[in-house]
């Protein structure tokens, strides 16, 4: 996967989970998570590459906390856009 998309798990219609897949190859999988704030929680490989980003509490998550975490993390920012659908339910 080349580029990140987000991942949205609704419940009666509203948002409880969410997951930012971040650039990634097949073959890498989880093997430990940090958490960072605003509810947001990373995924890395064994070798430390980050590969995802739980939001735990997506009714709170705001584009600056993860354009603060991507920072961190080496990444391009997302837009207000890419965080629409969390706000559509």
Known sequence: MRESYLEI???????????????????DKSQRTAKAP???VVDFTRGG????IEITA????TVTAVNRLLKE????PIK????????AA
Do not use: E
């Not at 590459?49 to 995802?52: E, T």
């Not at 997506?58 to 998550?61: E, H, I, V």
């Open 58 to 61: 997506p009714g709170k998550a």
């Open 49 to 52: 590459k980050p590969i995802g």
């Open 73 to 76: 993390l080496g990444f391009p």
């Open 38 to 40: 605003g509810g947001l």
């Open 9 to 27: 798990t609704y419940r009666h219609g509203h948002p409880i989970a969410a997951y930012l897949y971040l650039p990634r190859a097949s073959r």
């Open 80 to 87: 207000q856009a890419d965080l629409a659908p969390l706000r």
